[in-house]
């Protein structure tokens, strides 16, 4: 049985335009410390993360309660906005309605989907039988969720759009998806 704690990252500073380096505000930092909590009792194998800062920071303090580094997968990352950035539910529902659809210079979620799974399938086969940490985004993650389960739509994802951080576990053999159960949020407000 091979178990994952994704951790949807804490409340990040949208005042900082460069996604890839957008920190933690004082009080999503504080969260970390939160979630670090809830993962010390979990006997984490293996820590992973988006390469995005908001992602890592959100996990760095439970890596380093377990004295684990975090290892980074680029396929992790979250989708990339277009030049309409994420304005509103209409988009949302716009995205989620059609998997294909990207605005300009944007990503589909369809496409983050599939580098999402083919990243988690790899990681469930290295990793096997293990316990693993994941550092993660809302878009991508919701991705994951509706890939096992395809009931999993934009009026789910924007339920948990306020959840920063948001741990949930999931529950494998192999890659077999046994299940999930949502372990902890707390609810901020979403701002792009």
């Not at 410390?33 to 439970?62: G, H, M, N, Q, T």
């Not at 980074?72 to 309605?97: P, V, Y």
């Not at 990681?123 to 985004?137: F, N, P, Q, S, V």
Request: net charge neutral; charged share 35%; aromatic share 12%.
């Amino acid at each position: 049985m091979t178990t994952i704690y994704f951790v949807r990252h804490c409340k990040p500073d949208h005042k900082n335009p460069d996604d890839r380096n957008r920190p933690l505000t004082d009080e999503g930092m504080a969260d970390s410390e939160k979630v670090k909590e809830i993962l010390s009792d979990k006997k984490i194998d293996v820590f992973i993360s988006s390469p995005y800062r908001r992602s890592y920071d959100s996990i760095k303090k439970a890596a380093d309660y377990y004295g684990l580094e975090i290892l980074t997968d680029e396929r992790l990352r979250e989708r990339k906005c277009g030049k309409e950035g994420n304005s509103g539910q209409d988009m949302f529902r716009k995205r989620w309605a059609d998997f294909s659809f990207a605005e300009e210079d944007g990503e589909s979620i369809g496409a983050v989907q599939k580098r999402n799974i083919e990243a988690l399938n790899e990681i469930l086969e290295k990793y096997r039988d293990k316990t693993i940490a994941i550092g993660t985004h809302g878009t991508a993650l919701s991705s994951i969720i509706n890939y096992y389960e395809p009931s999993f739509n934009a009026d789910s994802f924007l339920q948990i759009i306020d959840w920063m951080p948001y741990v949930l576990k999931m529950k494998f053999d192999g890659k077999r998806f046994l299940g999930r159960e949502d372990v902890f949020y707390i609810k901020k407000e979403f701002k792009d």
